[in-house]
Structure formats: structure tokens, C-alpha cells
């Protein structure tokens, strides 16, 4: 055989190879719901590799061992001697630990159960932290997933454990549970059948959500645009273009008439445009971040400049949406472009070295066992992204649903923010890759490796006002991960900080009670405050963010004038507002 055949074969054999590789790792990854095995057994095995060469690690968790089974003792000792239950606890659990606040819990024998899961629960916390030469990454992860078991493992999540459950068994003579039951068969059904949750029926997009009057103006590949009607006679000149990200719908930002963060604008006199991305098929394997910032943000901005020529745009990025507007922005600034007056951040981040709990899902092994299974489907499917994020909040988003509505037979009423997280989507196979490698495990924004265009954009050249936006509670975007705008914008920064997470704190309307944020400006030239400080430093101001933020772009602004048509002059119209990206599932 000639040597170039020979090479030919070793060439046909690695391609074989690889493709017999990427089949068994999407099987893999189907079987284990996306997540790699490999990762989670590298995990473990780090921990219980130092935790065996650790002595006095393994002497400290064996103390508190003996410990908490000598406080359990004396606890059970109490219970058995006061006929009212004890005066007092072994543990008292965190006030965010809804779990056990039922007074059904202090009666026996339940509250010795739910007494000896708290102390297992604080001994697994301890023996899972502060283990010197575990990798930092496989520390949160075993200590997740210890979480992940004690969730489930719960006395509050069984029947003959759970005396609430129990009461409303007996009181109801069992038909707490043929309800339940009745829940169960019916979530199982809408699930495979791909419908929406229970109660979503009742917000109908078009209709009770993403109901603000408006036009499509463009159409591509990607995405709609939408512009809405004016309310008042006149407008400021600089229009608001809101760029949510694309791995949500967009009318998180035009939910219900009195939470509609679009209506709200309108009303205090800007024109609005809102991106609302496609839904993506495996058709669109092949579009990638460039796609998104070309036929995406520029497009739209085009659009823009052809309805209101020669006005600058108020530029409004929500979660990734924020994070591709600022790629965009350091790319218009590298080019001398212009056409923007300013930008806001909604729980967006430009460094992701710190990105959370949803790092716990991104490591080589898991990244490369999603690109073998988004290469078989083409796509990232919705139904994964619902499944990580609702392992983040187990409790609240799992197991308290099980209790309520399994065991209780209590149907939650369910609202129009609800609704809308349950209307997922996907995501190109190619752009999740890529935004996955350069923004998570490379962090190359934050670097100033990120191309775009084929030359490398930095973040520091972007002297644009900024508005940025980061929540007490967000799980997704950290707000001390936000905060580090702060490090990366040398202009003005206006930060705030609101209650809420990482939704919830951006629908934020005025008249929400218990809503509060602190507010701060960042002038250039004022030296950095670290994040703690920055907050112990500014006061607390009670209700919604939204009119602070009209404000700031009011004073940003021209005076007010006419509005500009409705659509691209000499373009018929494309259709009304939603669209029809939005109702594509």
C-alpha cells in the first residue's frame, strides 16, 4: 500500500473514531439527563482522595459526629420527659429553610426526625468544605450534589414522615392525595405531550402577556423586531432597544399590562423596540455568536437608523443579552461607530470567572459531553436548561411542588412570570458551544481575546454611560460577579442593586411592595469600592428601581419631540406585535 493510502486510512479510521466516540457520548448524555459522569466521579474522587490523606479533617468530622448524636440523645431524652415537647432545639435551621416551620413539626415524633436531618445536614456541609487540595471546582460540586441528596432525602418529602401531610390525609380522609394524585397523571401528560404547565393556559401570549400595541419591522433568519405605538404626543428622541437574552422569550420584558417593563417605558415617553428571538430548529445548528451579534443586535440597530436616522439609541441588554451588548459595544467602539447614547445591564456579566452556581455545569467534561449531544440533535433543548436550573433551586422549584401538590393536593395558582419561565427554548448547537468555551471556561471577554470579525474586542474601550443592574438573590448572575463591571468600564457606572433574583428582581414594577434597591454612580476617576463596602456604604432607598432608571435616561436625553413612524418608511408592514418568533415552541 502507498504511503499517501495509508495516510488516507488513518484518516477514515480517527474519523470513524470520533464519530463511534461522539454516538456513545450523546447516548451517555441522554442517559445521565446531560450531565457527565466523568465530571461528578472526578469530583468525588478529589474529596475523598484528600479526605483520606486529611487526619485532621477526618478527627474534626468524627468530633462533630459524636457530637451531634450526643445532642440528639439528650434532645430525645427531653422528648421523652416533657409531655409538652422540649423547650428547646439541637439546631436551629437557617431562616431561609422554610422546610420545617409548620408547628405540626414540634410534636413527636417528628420533631426528633427533622432535628436528626438538620444535624446530617450541617455535618455533610462541613465535610464537604474547607478541604485543603481539592480543586475549588470539585469542592462546590461534591458539596452540591450532597445538597442535591439531602433535598431528597428530606423527611418532609415522604408521607408517613411529613406531619402536615399526615393531618391532611387524616382530616381529608385520603382525598388530599387523590387529588395529588390526579395533579401527578396530569403533569405527566402535558410533559410528554410537550404542553405547557398546568394553569400557563391562562396567559395567553398576544393576549394576557406581550399584549403592549406594536409593529414588526423586521423580520430575518434570527430575529423579529418590534417597535411599539407611542402613548404621549411626544417622544424623546433617543430610542430604548432592548436586547433580551436569547435563551428566554422576550416578553419577560412585556409580561401582564401592570408589570410590563416595555409599557412602562412607553409611557414615560420613550419609543421602544424589543428584540425577539427565533426558537431555534436543528435547521440552525450551524449559527454561531457572530450570527447573533450580525443578524441580531446590528441588524436591529440598522433597522433602527432607517426609522429614526441620525438619532442615538439607548442600548438595554437583559442577562446574556447584556453580555452580547457589551461584545457589540466594545466592537463599535474599536470601529469608531458611534450610534450608541448609552447602555444598560440587567444581571448581566462581562467576567466570568465567578459565574455562579450554574458553573457547577460547566467544566471540559461536561461542555464536550453537551457538544456531542447538541452535534446528534442539532440543538440545546429547552428541557435541559429547565432541568439545571431547577436542580439550583431544588427546594423551591422541586421538592416544595411535590409536598404542595403531591401529598397536599394543593394546586398553586400559577402567575404570568411563572407562565412565561415555563415557555422555554433552545439554542443552536454551535452558539451554545461557543458561548460555553469563550465566556465560560476561557473567559475571553473579560480577557480581551473575544473576536469579533476576526480582531479581538476589550471591554475598557467603551466610554459610554452604563447603567448596571444586579440582584440580592440571583443564582445565574451573581451580583458581586455583576459588580465587576466596575473593574472593566473606566466612564460613568450607575450600579444598582435590587431584592429579588435574577427575574423576579428585573419585573420590578412601581406599587410592588417590599421592593427595595441601593443606588450609586461611579464617576471616572473614583477610585474602585469593593463590593461589601459599596453596599455597606449606600442607603437602602424602599420601591422600584424603574423610575430611578427612567430618570437616569431622561437625563441622557434630548428634549422631547414628535414620534417617528411606526415601521421602515416604504416597507409594508410585517404584522402586529407579538410576532410570530414568540408563539413558535
Not at 4 to 19: M, Y
Not at 61 to 72: F, G, P, Y
Request: net charge neutral; with cysteine.
Amino acid at each position: 500500500m502507498s504511503p499517501s493510502l495509508n495516510r488516507l486510512g488513518d484518516i477514515d479510521a480517527r474519523a470513524a473514531a470520533r464519530a463511534t466516540d461522539q454516538y456513545f457520548h450523546a447516548s451517555q448524555a441522554r442517559a445521565f439527563a446531560s450531565l457527565s459522569p466523568a465530571s461528578l466521579n472526578l469530583a468525588w474522587l478529589d474529596w475523598a482522595t484528600h479526605l483520606t490523606a486529611s487526619p485532621g479533617k477526618q478527627a474534626e468530622l468524627l468530633r462533630l459526629a459524636i457530637i451531634h448524636q450526643i445532642d440528639l440523645a439528650h434532645y430525645l431524652y427531653d422528648c421523652l420527659r416533657a409531655s409538652g415537647g422540649p423547650s428547646r432545639v439541637c439546631i436551629t435551621p437557617p431562616e431561609t429553610d422554610r422546610r420545617f416551620s409548620d408547628p405540626a413539626w414540634c410534636r413527636w415524633p417528628y420533631n426528633l426526625l427533622h432535628q436528626g436531618f438538620l444535624l446530617t445536614q450541617a455535618w455533610w456541609e462541613e465535610a464537604t468544605t474547607d478541604l485543603h487540595g481539592v480543586d475549588p471546582h470539585h469542592m462546590r460540586q461534591v458539596s452540591f450534589w450532597a445538597r442535591q441528596w439531602l433535598d431528597m432525602m428530606s423527611p418532609g418529602n415522604q408521607l408517613w414522615t411529613n406531619p402536615v401531610a399526615l393531618d391532611r390525609t387524616i382530616g381529608q380522609r385520603g382525598m388530599n392525595l387523590l387529588r395529588g394524585g390526579g395533579y401527578l397523571l396530569e403533569d405527566i401528560v402535558r410533559h410528554q405531550a410537550g404542553m405547557p404547565v398546568a394553569g400557563a393556559d391562562a396567559f395567553r401570549v398576544g393576549r394576557d402577556v406581550a399584549a403592549t400595541p406594536g409593529k414588526v419591522v423586521l423580520r430575518n433568519r434570527l430575529i423579529e423586531l418590534i417597535q411599539y405605538a407611542p402613548t404621549t404626543a411626544t417622544v424623546r428622541p433617543e430610542p430604548v432597544l432592548l436586547v433580551p437574552a436569547w435563551i428566554m422569550k422576550y416578553y419577560i420584558l412585556d409580561l401582564s399590562p401592570h408589570n410590563s417593563l416595555i409599557r412602562f417605558l412607553r409611557d414615560q415617553g420613550y419609543t421602544v423596540y424589543c428584540i425577539s428571538w427565533k426558537n431555534p430548529t436543528d435547521q440552525d445548528a450551524g449559527l454561531g455568536m457572530d450570527d447573533y451579534l450580525r443578524h441580531g443586535f446590528f441588524a436591529a440597530l440598522d433597522a433602527i437608523g432607517r426609522i429614526q436616522p441620525e438619532h442615538r439609541v439607548h442600548a438595554t441588554g437583559y442577562c446574556l443579552g447584556g453580555t452580547l451588548l457589551s461584545v457589540a459595544a466594545a466592537a463599535m467602539a474599536r470601529d469608531g461607530d458611534a450610534r450608541l447614547a448609552s447602555a444598560s445591564l440587567f444581571t448581566a456579566q462581562v467576567d466570568f470567572s465567578e459565574p455562579g452556581e450554574i458553573g457547577l455545569f460547566i467544566d471540559e467534561a461536561q461542555v464536550h459531553m453537551l457538544e456531542a449531544q447538541m452535534g446528534r440533535l442539532g440543538y440545546f433543548s429547552a428541557d435541559q436548561m429547565a432541568g439545571a436550573f431547577q436542580m439550583l433551586r431544588s427546594y423551591d422549584l422541586l421538592w416544595s411542588r411535590v409536598i404542595h401538590e403531591y401529598l397536599l393536593g394543593e394546586r398553586r395558582p400559577i402567575n404570568d412570570l411563572m407562565a412565561w419561565n415555563a415557555d422555554a427554548t433552545r439554542m443552536p448547537a454551535r452558539m451554545h458551544s461557543q458561548y460555553l468555551r469563550r465566556l465560560y471556561l476561557n473567559n475571553d471577554l473579560s480577557a480581551g481575546r473575544y473576536p469579533v470579525g476576526g480582531r479581538s474586542v476589550s471591554i475598557s474601550d467603551i466610554r459610554l454611560p452604563i447603567f448596571a443592574v444586579g440582584t440580592v438573590t440571583d443564582h445565574v448572575a451573581p451580583w458581586r460577579s455583576v459588580y465587576k463591571l466596575h473593574q472593566f468600564f473606566p466612564g460613568e457606572l450607575c450600579f444598582v442593586l435590587t431584592s429579588g433574583g435574577h427575574n423576579a428582581g428585573i419585573v420590578n414594577e412601581p406599587g410592588h411592595p417590599h421592593r427595595q434597591y441601593r443606588i450609586r454612580t461611579r464617576r471616572p476617576g473614583d477610585p474602585f469600592l469593593p463590593p461589601d463596602e459599596w453596599m455597606a456604604a449606600t442607603p437602602v432607598t424602599d420601591g422600584s428601581w424603574w423610575t430611578a432608571w427612567s430618570q437616569w435616561l431622561a437625563d441622557r436625553s434630548g428634549a422631547p419631540e414628535a414620534p417617528p413612524p411606526l415601521g421602515i418608511p416604504g416597507r409594508p408592514s410585517l404584522g402586529h406585535a407579538p410576532g410570530r418568533y414568540v408563539l413558535e415552541t
